[in-house]
Each structure stands twice: as structure tokens, then as C-alpha cells.
């Protein structure tokens, strides 16, 4: 099978922008979620989606917000960039989202804002 | 915000000797996993111990879980310069419907030297 797949790799904005990053789980898996990772933060849990449904969020503000598709994929935006958004943002992808299985991790797409 | 801390920060180590690296966590939880990290890309999963669990292992890898003291190591034993890498512990606390939301700890930067 293929692996969790993301796009784009690397993007760069400047502020008050918008951004849109995309997320592809492993066929059959009907769990995404997204994660930041900063230096000074370290990684953080954005939110979680399960079959179209968000099940879980963190503690971000309004301006992350995310869906999921019926085939799977996921979509994360963040509106009205700010500097402190640039960060590596990890999508991870599990069958069930039973919280006791493995999560698959995508590459990353990493955002930098000018 | 992140679960718990891991010490230590960065280590430092020749080829064959062994690495061990600890973990503390904060609340409850369910089960506790660790992940790998090489150069910023995306987390590989290492292995997952559950709450009941207090020991296991998989391959060089042997993971402890002591609830009463809400901590957690691994131990990569031969290590090799491939294990050069940051290594995250990540707990899931589904009683408060964490699911698969992962906490992460800070994470130990592993260095092996040839």
C-alpha cells in the first residue's frame, strides 16, 4: 500500500495570507490527523477526523480549521497567517481510530511565513 | 500543550553502545507509544505499550511503562549509526476521548557516532 501522502512539501506565505494543505491516509484508513511542529513548541495535536466527522481538537485558534472528504482526505487551512504558523505540519493516517492501533505519518508539509 | 518531558534532551553515543532515553507524562492514560524522527521528516512508529503493560520488546527496542511513577523508557540496544535520529514518546488518554489524539513529550536528539 501506499503511504500517507502530502501536499504540497514546502510553501511559502507571507502574512495575512491563507493556506490549504492536504492530506492522503493509507487506503482503507479512515482516521486523519494533523499535528504542528515547531522548535519552541514542539509537536502539538491540531485535530482529528473520522469518517467526515471531527472527533477531537486542540488548542489552536479559529483560524485552524480542517475537513475530511468521503474518500478520506483531509484538508487543513489556516487563515490569516501569522508568523508563528510556520512550522512543520504532520498529517497522520490509522484504520479505525480506535487509539490503540498504529498512526502512519506523512512527510510533512513545511509552512513558512514571510 | 505537551504531555510530559524526556531526558535526556540530546545524547551521544559510539556505534555499539546502548541508548536509553525516558519519558514522563502528566495524566492517565491508556497506552504510550514512541516514534522516530530523522532530520524533520515524518514520525515513524517504534512500538506501543499499553497501561497494563510493563514491559516489551521488539527487535533492539525495549520499552518499560511504570504507571505508578508516570514514566517510560526506551532502550535501543547495538545501536547503530542509522539510529541517529529524535526519538518522541506519545500517550493517548481516551477516557477523556483523546482517541487518537497523540500527546507528544519533547523529545531526545540521538547521536551515533561510527
Known amino acids: 500500500k501506499a503511504g500517507v501522502t502530502q501536499t504540497p512539501r514546502y510553501l511559502i506565505k507571507t502574512r495575512g495570507q491563507q493556506v490549504t494543505l492536504s492530506c492522503s491516509p493509507i487506503s482503507g484508513h479512515r482516521s486523519v490527523s494533523w499535528y504542528q511542529q515547531t522548535p519552541g513548541q514542539g509537536l502539538q495535536f491540531l485535530f482529528e477526523?473520522?469518517?467526515?466527522?471531527?472527533?477531537n481538537k486542540g488548542n489552536f485558534p479559529g483560524r485552524f480549521s480542517g475537513r475530511q472528504f468521503s474518500n478520506s482526505r483531509s484538508e487543513m487551512n489556516v487563515s490569516t497567517l501569522e508568523l508563528g504558523d510556520s512550522a512543520l505540519y504532520l498529517c497522520?493516517?490509522?484504520?479505525?481510530?480506535?487509539?490503540?492501533?498504529?498512526?502512519?505519518f506523512g512527510p510533512g508539509t513545511r509552512l513558512l511565513v514571510l | 500543550s505537551q504531555q510530559g518531558e524526556e531526558d535526556p534532551q540530546a545524547l551521544s553515543i559510539q556505534e555499539g553502545e546502548n541508548a536509553t532515553m525516558n519519558c514522563s507524562y502528566k495524566t492517565s492514560i491508556n497506552n504510550l507509544q514512541w516514534y522516530r524522527q530523522n532530520s524533520g521528516r515524518g514520525l515513524v512508529h517504534l512500538i506501543l505499550?499499553?497501561?497494563?503493560?510493563r514491559e516489551k520488546h521488539s527487535g533492539r527496542l525495549r520499552v518499560t511503562l511504570d504507571t505508578s511513577k508516570k514514566s517510560s523508557s526506551l532502550l535501543i540496544t547495538a545501536s547503530r549509526a542509522a539510529d541517529t535520529a529524535s526519538y518522541f514518546c506519545?500517550?493517548?488518554?481516551?477516557?477523556?476521548?483523546?482517541?487518537?489524539?497523540?500527546?507528544f513529550g519533547a523529545g531526545t536528539r540521538l547521536a551515533v557516532h561510527p
Open positions: 505499550i499499553r497501561s497494563n503493560e
Open positions: 506519545a500517550t493517548v488518554n481516551m477516557f477523556s476521548g483523546g482517541y487518537n489524539k497523540l500527546i
Open positions: 497522520a493516517s490509522s484504520a479505525s481510530g480506535a487509539g490503540e492501533e498504529t498512526q502512519y
Open positions: 477526523y473520522f469518517s467526515e466527522t471531527q472527533r
